[in-house]
């Protein structure tokens, strides 16, 4: 092998999102090389889909492949409680606006991402796992390529007409030329494992995701079929971070001041030890330009807490990929104006669903999210939203409606201030951001 290779296209990242451009990106006739730093299967957060994931599973044409993974379970809506459990709403997809897709899937990100990965190397994508992209090769303004790593622990030179970056969180590019800004006001601390034997409750909601309420931040349960369940805390890091003993004592302690978990949780045992990741939450300036682009979480990610962060890498992945395969296909190249409309399609998603968390930490907010009344059809927006419909034709109204929801809660938090208040508040809530702390 020679110390410098060329490919029409480089993909830093095996996840979801990087297999999802390069299935399409193979089936467009692109020479496609992918490089993974891990190896498959490997432990990864975002185990619950959004429905409208189901229909790029579609496009994929790994959607069987998929429902039929070992610990696939059907997920027919989305459980919320408040901190002791006294307080429970859910929403069904099937109540979403017409028309509506009635599940999604929970799922293992080991298997899941394995499978994707297989596909996109069966469809024709060069895949090397534990090879991990360590330099930029800028000519100008333009991305030529990386140096990257090889498993042999060799350097190599790899040139590419475009670099598609879907490093995730670790986002490689946006990091090492400083276009990455951790938001100030939402430092979180994340500690998940698995555990079996939770507490599932039966018929339907079985295969809910549920979300958690604490005074510091939620907790997400997504059950399996195999009977086990992620468990998820998602914790401001200045009440939780300095705890001693290590991330079981923080997520012990932080079940011990939430009597919904607790209660979830009193019967089972922990299958993997605690892992966690500290001030996920950031912003990038810069996200696409000559010659490359950013998708998934390497463009920048807020919060777990709505399971958008697959929906929104799949689908600008998918775009990116044709964009950039028309490019080279018409001039043999790819410039900042052929990667600029998956980058839009990116802010639109992320602007749209950070605003759906942001008004999660606001108590005035959940106060009515957990009162959702029929007035203007506001429980069926909630669901559509919840469920990814956002993109098709008329899902401004949906949009419209969400932002009724958003204006209670402006009110009640104007009436509170002369003593008043319009529905009764949660006793515990994440807490309210600092004004202008995430935009």
Not at 155 to 174: K, M, N, P, S, W
Not at 240 to 265: K, W
Not at 266 to 282: D, E, K, L, Y
């Amino acid at each position: 092998m020679s110390a410098e290779e060329r490919t029409e296209v480089l993909i830093l990242g095996g996840g979801p999102v990087g297999s999802t451009a390069g299935i399409v990106l193979a089936s467009r006739g692109i020479s496609t090389l992918l490089l993974e730093a891990d190896r498959h299967p490997r432990f990864h957060v975002g185990e619950s889909m959004l429905p409208h994931a189901l229909p790029i599973f579609d496009r994929l044409g790994v959607h069987d492949t998929i429902r039929n993974l070992p610990r696939t379970i059907l997920k027919p809506g989305a459980s919320f409680a408040n901190h002791d459990g006294s307080r429970n709403v859910i929403f069904w997809f099937d109540e979403a606006f017409a028309p509506a897709l009635p599940h999604a899937y929970n799922l293992s990100r080991d298997e899941f991402d394995e499978a994707l990965c297989k596909t996109a190397a069966s469809r024709g994508v060069e895949v090397r796992e534990g090879w991990k992209a360590v330099a930029p090769l800028w000519e100008g303004d333009r991305l030529a390529g990386v140096t990257a790593r090889g498993a042999d622990g060799i350097e190599r030179t790899i040139r590419a007409r475009c670099v598609l970056d879907a490093t995730g969180q670790h986002a490689f590019l946006a990091t090492r030329m400083n276009w990455k800004t951790v938001y100030p006001d939402h430092r979180k601390l994340a500690i998940v494992g698995h555990f079996k034997d939770a507490f599932r409750p039966a018929g339907r909601e079985a295969g809910n995701i549920v979300i958690t309420v604490t005074d510091s931040g939620w907790f997400w349960f997504i059950p399996f079929k195999d009977g086990a369940t992620s468990v998820g805390a998602v914790l401001d890091t200045r009440r939780y971070g300095s705890i001693p003993g290590g991330l079981e004592a923080q997520f012990d302690a932080a079940v011990a001041a939430t009597p919904d978990a607790a209660r979830r949780l009193s019967g089972a045992t922990r299958m993997i030890p605690a892992a966690a990741v500290q001030n996920f939450s950031f912003r990038v300036s810069k996200t696409h330009g000559d010659g490359f682009g950013m998708i998934g979480d390497a463009a920048g990610f807020l919060d777990p807490i709505f399971s958008t962060g697959v929906y929104i890498g799949m689908t600008v992945a998918e775009r990116a990929a044709h964009d950039v395969a028309t490019a080279l296909a018409a001039r043999g190249r790819v410039d900042a104006a052929d990667t600029a409309g998956a980058a839009a399609l990116n802010r639109r998603l992320q602007r749209l669903f950070f605003s759906l968390i942001r008004s999660y930490y606001d108590p005035d907010f959940l106060a009515f999210f957990f009162h959702p009344r029929n007035g203007f059809q506001l429980p069926a927006a909630v669901v559509s939203i919840l469920a990814g419909d956002v993109l098709r034709d008329g899902a401004w109204q949906t949009i419209g409606r969400f932002r009724v929801l958003q204006g209670l809660g402006h009110a009640q938090r104007i009436a509170r201030r002369f003593g008043r208040q319009i529905v009764p508040p949660l006793d515990r809530a994440p807490g309210l951001l600092q004004e202008g702390g995430l935009q």
